[in-house]
């Protein structure tokens, strides 16, 4: 199964289209900052299940801030990451991921790419879609185990 992870797009609704249409995912998280352009890429691909959790820029009190999902068989938890400290550390994250016993933690926040394994989680920041050097994430699923790769988003002429 194949996974197109973004965040904080930030009004960058193109750049989205364009990543969608390339990678043609079987599903995609939005990790907040841009939760109506997440809607409006809904609207324009709305076959493809579309799971999203708001940003600190969202201003979207009544959602949740966070969300833990059951797929193939791995344990991922969605979130933007301001609520865990993640400019500072992944300290708050990994105890989290440990409590939970997540196979994958993602999250956005920093706009900076990551992926990093501690232990038996993955950690995953798509960086930023909406950024002046956009990125993006590709997780993929197979034998109930994540795995995740960052793609520096190339503009189409």
Not at 20 to 41: N, S, Y
Not at 51 to 67: A, H, L
């Amino acid at each position: 199964m194949k996974i197109l992870v973004f965040s904080d797009s930030h009004g960058n609704c193109s750049n989205m289209i364009q990543a969608a249409e390339q990678e043609a995912p079987c599903m995609i998280f939005h990790l907040g900052d841009g939760w109506r352009d997440a809607q409006r890429l809904h609207q324009r691909f709305p076959d493809t299940p579309l799971y999203q959790v708001p940003g600190n820029c969202d201003f979207r009190s009544s959602e949740p801030p966070e969300q833990l999902l059951t797929i193939q068989g791995s344990r991922i938890l969605l979130c933007h990451g301001h609520t865990y400290g993640v400019k500072n550390s992944l300290l708050t994250a990994g105890l989290r991921a440990e409590e939970e016993n997540l196979d994958l933690f993602l999250f956005g926040h920093t706009h900076t790419p990551l992926v990093d394994k501690r232990g038996k989680t993955l950690f995953m920041n798509p960086g930023s879609i909406g950024d002046f050097r956009p990125s993006y994430g590709i997780v993929t699923i197979a034998e109930g185990r994540p795995d995740g790769r960052i793609v520096p988003f190339l503009r189409q002429s």
